[in-house]
Each structure stands twice: as structure tokens, then as C-alpha cells.
């Protein structure tokens, strides 16, 4: 018979991002943010090839990464809500994790696999720190996905990517429930 967690399944089943433009201060201290990312790194990763790593974006490297969104946004010929959506999270932001999907060679593990692990560290450090009571917020967005602010922003090789920002903060406001997938419409039983 397993041993159950009622605890963590009750967290589990319960849990609610809190939007990052809520999120204020105080942040996580290094020593208050070392166990979220010891349990982030707890993920699944077949091969043992860790995936994956961490940058810790601080009040005062938001700005420039703003900065780089605006300009960026320009270059591209973003339309202004579309840029002012992009930079909002760091103009706004207090703290965040980068979560970088770092692709390794592997004839034995799929880049695929790679990629789902990243995903996976990205849920787990969300998951923490709700878990240790602060706000948390995991956000991408069109920056994320240009190679040019991967580079500029946070000097990433080839072979890296942003996996997601992970905004951790002080909540302000919690938010309302919403709507949840309907279990059984979205499950198929497969007995033969």
C-alpha cells in the first residue's frame, strides 16, 4: 500500500499562480531562494544530464532587460502594446529566475526530453515557492523566444534557450479561482 501525502496533494490540488504585477516586495534572500532551487532541481532528468540552469534577475538588472525588450521590440517593428507587454514584466518585476534550457549532446536522450525537463524545473520552482509562502508567477513571452535578447539580455550560447522567468515576490492581492479542465473530458481510459 503507498503512503500518502494528503499535505502535498492537497497542495497540489489547490494551487494558484499569483500574477507577477501583483508580486512586491520583500523578495526571497540568496539563503530563502537556495531550497526553492534545490526542490526545483529535484526534476525529472532522465540521463542525469542537467538540462538546465539558473540566472537570478534582480530589481536592479530588470531595468535593462526592460531596456532591451523596448529596443528590441523597435527593431523587430513590434507594435507599442505588444513591446509594452513584453518589457511590462520587468518593469514591473522585484525578483525572478531564469530557468535556461541548456541542450547537451546525447545519442541516448532526445533534445525533446531536454526541453520537457526545463519545463519541469520551471512548474517545480513555481510549486516551491508557493509551497514556502511567497507569490509566484512563471512567465515567458515574445522576449523569451528572441534569440537576439537570449544574447544580449542574458548571454546565452547556442545551445541555451529560456525556458521561462519565475517571478517570486510578496503577494498583494490573492487572486479569484478560475475555471479548472473538466477531468473526464480530457481523460481516456485505455483497459485492452
Known amino acids: 500500500m503507498p503512503t500518502p501525502n494528503p499535505a502535498a496533494l492537497a497542495f497540489l490540488s489547490t494551487r494558484r499562480s499569483r500574477p507577477a504585477k501583483t508580486l512586491s516586495e520583500p523578495v526571497p534572500t540568496?539563503?530563502?531562494?537556495?531550497?526553492?532551487?534545490?526542490?526545483?532541481?529535484?526534476?525529472?532528468?532522465?540521463?542525469?544530464?542537467?538540462?538546465?540552469?539558473?540566472?537570478?534577475?534582480?530589481?536592479?538588472?530588470?531595468?535593462?532587460?526592460?531596456?532591451?525588450?523596448?529596443?528590441?521590440?523597435?527593431?523587430l517593428g513590434l507594435p507599442a502594446e505588444q513591446v509594452t507587454k513584453g518589457r511590462a514584466q520587468f518593469d514591473q518585476g522585484h525578483l525572478a529566475v531564469a530557468v535556461?534550457?541548456?541542450?547537451?549532446?546525447?545519442?541516448k536522450i532526445p533534445a525533446l526530453e531536454q526541453t520537457y525537463s526545463a519545463g519541469c524545473v520551471c512548474l517545480a520552482l513555481?510549486?516551491?515557492?508557493?509551497?514556502?509562502?511567497?507569490?509566484?508567477?512563471?512567465?515567458?513571452g515574445w522576449p523569451s523566444h528572441d534569440r537576439a535578447f537570449m544574447a544580449d539580455a542574458l548571454t546565452l550560447a547556442e545551445n541555451e534557450r529560456i525556458a521561462g522567468f519565475?517571478?517570486?515576490?510578496t503577494e498583494t492581492s490573492a487572486p479569484p479561482e478560475r475555471p479548472r479542465p473538466d477531468i473526464a473530458a480530457i481523460t481516456t481510459w485505455m483497459r485492452q
Not at 46 to 61: Q, T
Open 30 to 75: 540568496a539563503a530563502e531562494l537556495a531550497p526553492l532551487l534545490t526542490a526545483a532541481a529535484r526534476s525529472p532528468d532522465h540521463g542525469k544530464l542537467e538540462p538546465w540552469r539558473f540566472i537570478i534577475v534582480e530589481k536592479p538588472a530588470m531595468q535593462r532587460l526592460a531596456n532591451i525588450v523596448q529596443v528590441r521590440g523597435e527593431v
Open 100 to 107: 535556461i534550457e541548456v541542450q547537451r549532446p546525447s545519442e
Open 126 to 140: 513555481l510549486n516551491a515557492a508557493l509551497a514556502a509562502g511567497w507569490g509566484a508567477n512563471w512567465l515567458s
Open 166 to 169: 519565475i517571478h517570486i515576490g
